[in-house]
């Protein structure tokens, strides 16, 4: 299975680490399985920014996962999908450490670089053949 694969996978799982933190990082009682949402929505600090990362999460997975699906179905060369979705991984990891940081500039970047990188694997298939 290619790396890139591997990559949608860890992409898909990145929400559900950053929800983790979040809720082990709560302030405002214990954690209310009944009504998840409400609950992650009264945290501050440094929980509420993982819930944050965790939906940006969300957000960024179905793009990259259409680009890798989208890249390989369309015969992109294969070492350059991986580079590029290995690329995604680490600048999502690294947007989570400046999300949790309170690092905001810093993620922004990490944030462009990794739509960047989606946008590079979409077009891989027009300009590397």
């Known amino acids: 299975m290619p790396i890139a694969f591997w990559c949608v996978l860890l992409a898909g799982l990145l929400p559900v680490l ?52 989208t890249a390989t179905h369309l015969a992109a060369p294969e070492a350059r999908i991986n580079e590029l979705a290995m690329l995604f991984i680490v600048v999502r990891i690294l947007y989570t450490i400046c999300y949790l940081t309170d690092r905001a500039t810093l993620r922004t970047l990490c944030w462009t670089i990794g739509y960047l990188t989606v946008i590079g694997i979409f077009l891989l298939p027009v300009f590397v053949h």
């Open 18 to 69: 950053t929800v983790s933190i979040a809720k082990a990082g709560n302030r405002a009682g214990a954690f209310d399985n009944h009504d998840p949402r409400a609950w992650l929505e009264r945290q501050s600090g440094r929980a509420r920014r993982a819930d944050m990362a965790h939906r940006n999460h969300f957000e960024a997975f179905p793009f990259f996962a259409a680009a890798v699906f």
